[in-house]
């Protein structure tokens, strides 16, 4: 069993960065794909960003590619998601996930965090 927590969000201008954390509780973090997810209000859950296990190679949606930069630190058991220039389309709830597979799928993922919001206003 794995719990994951999410922190770091908040109310952000356009334009402006945030940094949100993921902290894990299993022991075995390092052999676990991570990925990043959103919900916007009326929206359907979607793909933000993934980390695969080991080597630790990085995947993003389009409408983030270039403006946010997931990273991992396994000696910590946390996961980061790094926004940068946030838009006000970028609200959302933000979830971190765990699987053995690194996928933009949401279904892939065992283990979810209880979600974090971001609202980045004009």
């Known amino acids: 069993q794995v719990q994951l927590v999410e922190s770091g969000g908040g109310l952000v201008q356009a334009g402006g960065s945030l940094r949100l954390s993921c902290a894990a509780s299993a022991r075995s973090f390092s052999t676990y794909a991570m990925g990043w997810f959103r919900q916007a209000p009326g929206k359907e859950r979607e793909f933000v960003a993934f980390i695969t296990r080991s080597v630790g190679s990085t995947y993003y949606a389009d409408s983030v590619k270039g403006r946010f930069t997931v990273s991992r630190d396994d000696a910590k058991n946390s996961v980061y998601l790094q926004m940068n220039s946030l838009k006000p389309e970028d609200t959302a709830v933000y979830y971190c996930?765990?699987?053995?597979?690194?996928?933009?799928?949401?279904?892939?993922?065992?283990?979810w965090g209880q979600g974090t919001q971001v609202t980045v206003s004009t």
């Open positions: 996930a765990a699987g053995m597979a690194a996928t933009t799928v949401s279904l892939s993922y065992n283990y």
